[in-house]
């Protein structure tokens, strides 16, 4: 995956929606093999790129939030994960509207950590 990565940056470029593509799933790799810390180091970047490219109500800049909420629930920053998933189901809710399965979606997921947080 790494190597895709490489691949990717080298031919595409490091602004292209493969490119952060790539980097989210080398994340997601990262996060299933417990380096929570790498994982969270480029979803941040993931995110920050997608916001300056796609702006902040892009769905997929909310798929990489909702991404990076996993990782910091998963690193013990229940807070930060909280904090971050309020953000998405707003913004989800206000786009997509209260019954889109993305909404929903998020919602099970805050739900679940506030749980946790408690």
């Known amino acids: 995956m790494e190597q895709v990565v490489a691949d990717c940056e080298r031919l595409l470029g ?9 980097r989210a799933n080398l994340a997601a790799s990262y996060r299933q093999a417990g380096r929570t810390g790498e994982a969270i180091e480029l979803l941040e970047r993931v995110v920050a790129d997608r916001e300056r490219l ?10 990489a939030r909702a991404n990076l909420a996993v990782s910091y629930r998963q690193a013990g920053r229940t807070g930060e994960a909280i ?22 979606t998020a919602h099970a997921a805050l739900s679940e950590l506030q749980v946790l947080g408690e």
């Open 14 to 22: 490091g602004e292209h929606p493969n490119t952060l593509t790539a």
């Open 54 to 63: 796609l702006g902040g109500e892009h769905p997929n800049t909310l798929t």
């Open 83 to 104: 904090e971050l998933l309020e953000r998405v189901v707003a913004d989800r809710e206000r786009l997509l509207g209260g019954e889109h399965p993305s909404t929903h």
